[in-house]
Antibody, heavy 119, light 111 residues
Framework: QLQLQESGPGLVKPSETLSLTCTVS??????????WGWIRQPPGKGLEWIGS???????YYNPSLKSRVTISVDTSKNQFSLKLSSVTAADTAVYYC???????????WGQGTLVTVSS | QSALTQPRSVSGSPGQSVTISCTGT?????????VSWYQQHPGKAPKLMIY???KRPSGVPDRFSGSKSGNTASLTISGLQAEDEADYYC???????????FGGGTKLTVL
């Protein structure tokens, strides 16, 4: 059974960089059949797609976040990562890592991790 | 403000049917047959219920169905059950520049 697990700091200061890693178990991140991505959800609000990456390294970002986002993949560790720079309180959210069959079809999700931006 | 418009809430009694709409534009919902629906219970990760407008992943009851007409996609849940009470989000492909857009979510209450 495929499992995804987010890890990283739960508290980030304003203007700093948010960094999260997703560890994939029960399957290979190098599969050519899937994309891997990040989706976030501010407390009490809806879902927002952040971006996705293919195992080859091709990336696709939400244009509203593109200038601040970097998603990378480490196939040797079966992990992929998110970096979001210059964070503000508006970036406070539960961050989910996920597997996409297509960019729109997300069949596996991590449990989510709350990241709070505060000084 | 979300790119796709959903009603904030819908409700129905057990056994009844409800339909949740998801309105976009010709640049997203109307332009592609790539609409997905997700169910989210409080404190849990979303779960894929419908993909490619009307396809059901294995394990999703056939009480859940999806359709699309023009710029509006719909999720219909028939034979409502208590466990269907949750938030539902639609999601659409919106082209190579915009990527993926979500609706604002609809809270389904089973009376």
């Amino acid at each position: 059974q495929l499992q995804l697990q987010e890890s990283g700091p739960g508290l980030v200061k304003p203007s700093e960089t948010l960094s999260l890693t997703c560890t994939v178990s029960g399957g290979s991140i190098s599969s050519s059949s899937y994309y891997w991505g990040w989706i976030r959800q501010p407390p009490g609000k809806g879902l927002e797609w952040i971006g996705s990456i293919y195992y080859s390294g091709s990336t696709y970002y939400n244009p509203s976040l593109k200038s601040r986002v970097t998603i990378s993949v480490d196939t040797s560790k079966n992990q992929f990562s998110l970096k979001l720079s210059s964070v503000t309180a508006a970036d406070t959210a539960v961050y989910y890592c996920a597997r996409h069959v297509t960019t729109v079809t997300t069949d596996y999700w991590g449990q989510g991790t709350l990241v709070t931006v505060s000084s | 403000q979300s790119a796709l418009t959903q009603p904030r809430s819908v409700s129905g009694s057990p056994g009844q049917s409800v339909t949740i709409s998801c309105t976009g534009t010709s640049s997203d919902v109307g332009g592609y047959n790539y609409v997905s629906w997700y169910q989210q219970h409080p404190g849990k990760a979303p779960k894929l219920m419908i993909y490619d407008v009307s396809k059901r992943p294995s394990g999703v009851p056939d009480r859940f169905s999806g359709s699309k007409s023009g710029n509006t996609a719909s999720l219909t849940i028939s034979g409502l059950q208590a466990e269907d009470e949750a938030d539902y989000y639609c999601c659409s492909y919106a082209g190579s520049y915009t990527g993926v857009v979500f609706g604002g979510g609809t809270k389904l209450t089973v009376l």
